[in-house]
């Protein structure tokens, strides 16, 4: 149980292009969804908190504008790199939580961009 | 500001051998935190978890040792193995529905056969 899929799992654009990409919880029910952002050889940056419903709460430095996160369902998120630029080719990662369950987070396997 | 920190950016160990992960941490505050497993090209992985009302955790193969006293976290894996080579770091959070999970730096550990 638990798990939390991306998709896409690696994508390439080109440079002032929009990425969407998915984070759903396959088997339970994600109240809370976070989206994380990790350059190479760096740890986990947070970079929004999204509860279902509610408009996403970002980390100081993170654009919202730019990274657009939608939370519609209880299932779903989806963050949206608008006018993709080669300085936002990273690792976004996603990670879920339950109601109830706040000790509790369950990271997705990742989506690799790369914008030329 | 607070941070999560880690002492050693690499670790090479030999097969068989135990590994030591150290981890310090800064938010005195914080009352949880995990230890995760992070291979390339992969999300982070559940390794093993504390509470602060414990300074001892075991699971299988590993273990974690928590010291208030001093902000230090350790992670031990017993008898190494070529499978255990990734990145590991350690997080830490406070408990309650609006908290944030703020992880370490990652150490890499590689395992020679």
Known sequence: GAVVSQHPSRVICKSGTSVKIECRSLDFQATTMFWYRQFPKQSLMLMATSNEGSKATYEQGVEKDKFLINHASLTLSTLTVTSAHPEDSSFYICSAREAGRSNEQFFGPGTRLTVL | GESVGLHLPTLSVQEGDNSIINCAYSNSASDYFIWYKQESGKGPQFIIDIRSNMDKRQ?????VLLNKTVKHLSLQIAATQPGDSAVYFCAEKVSGANSKLTFGKGI??????
């Open chain 2, 59 to 63: 699971g299988q193969r590993v273990t």
């Open chain 2, 108 to 113: 890499t550990l590689s395992v020679r056969p």
